[in-house]
């Protein structure tokens, strides 16, 4: 699952107070993932396609994307913040819900990422979430701490405008970990997300950490 971007500081208001019927939050909790992923399928092929200095029309169209998913990444969090401090996780849901919540923590702040962590980790063990969604999360959260991924789901932008590997802590033990959460090698990943979104990304296994740090836009 290819995961890209974080929010930025906008005004936003946020939902009305959520009742706790599983039927309507379902609903709701679809249609939010349903929005924020067809704007990140729209904003991708924009990004890895390269814009000349002087083209403003697209670089104009580029950025009215991010803001415009930027604007729906924050919309769902307060969504979610309502929804968790008048229902909590309610396990009732359905396996898309669950989803739906998982994929809006992952594009939060760190802060409330950090802070739902657990409870992602809660949801795999009783199998509401799939057993890779708590570990790209836990990958997201050590990229953003400036350490060394495990899983090898985080890439950030260099300064080469490249789509490049987050370091990785033990690469000798990378394919068994992979493989214990039913993620493919990180070849089938890389061939996978160049061929179905079209997005290259670059794995220098001998890139460190304290250069990532450095070049991470």
């Given amino acids: 699952m290819l995961l890209l971007f974080s929010t930025f500081s906008t005004t936003i208001?946020?939902?009305k107070v959520i009742d706790c019927s599983i039927k309507k939050i379902n609903k709701e909790l679809v249609a939010l993932k349903n929005k924020g992923q067809e704007i990140r399928m729209k904003l991708m092929p924009l990004l890895a396609d390269p814009i000349k200095e002087e083209d403003v029309s697209k670089k104009l169209k580029q950025y009215a994307m991010i803001t415009k998913m930027?604007?729906?990444d924050q919309y769902n969090q307060a969504y979610l913040k309502t929804l968790f401090s008048n229902c909590d996780w309610p396990k009732e849901l359905s396996k898309e819900a669950h989803t739906a919540?998982?994929?809006i923590l992952q594009h939060s702040d760190d802060a409330l990422m950090r802070?739902?962590?657990?409870?992602?980790e809660e949801m795999v063990s009783l199998?509401?979430?799939?057993?890779?969604?708590?570990?790209?999360?836990y990958d997201r959260l050590q990229m953003n701490a400036g350490l060394p991924q495990r899983y090898g789901t985080q890439t950030?932008?260099?300064t080469n405008n490249q789509n490049a590997v987050w370091p990785i802590e033990n690469l000798e033990q990378l394919p068994k970990l992979r493989a214990s959460v039913g993620l493919a090698s990180m070849y089938e990943y890389i061939k996978e997300t160049k061929e179905s979104i079209g997005v290259a990304i670059v794995w220098d296994k001998t890139l460190t950490l304290q250069d990532a740090i450095r070049f991470k836009k």
């Fill in 127 to 137: 199998g509401y979430l799939d057993p890779d969604d708590a570990a790209t999360m």
């Fill in 101 to 103: 919540i998982y994929l």
């Fill in 156 to 158: 950030f932008e260099n």
């Fill in 13 to 15: 208001y946020p939902p």
């Fill in 70 to 72: 930027q604007q729906q």
């Fill in 115 to 120: 802070m739902y962590y657990p409870k992602v």
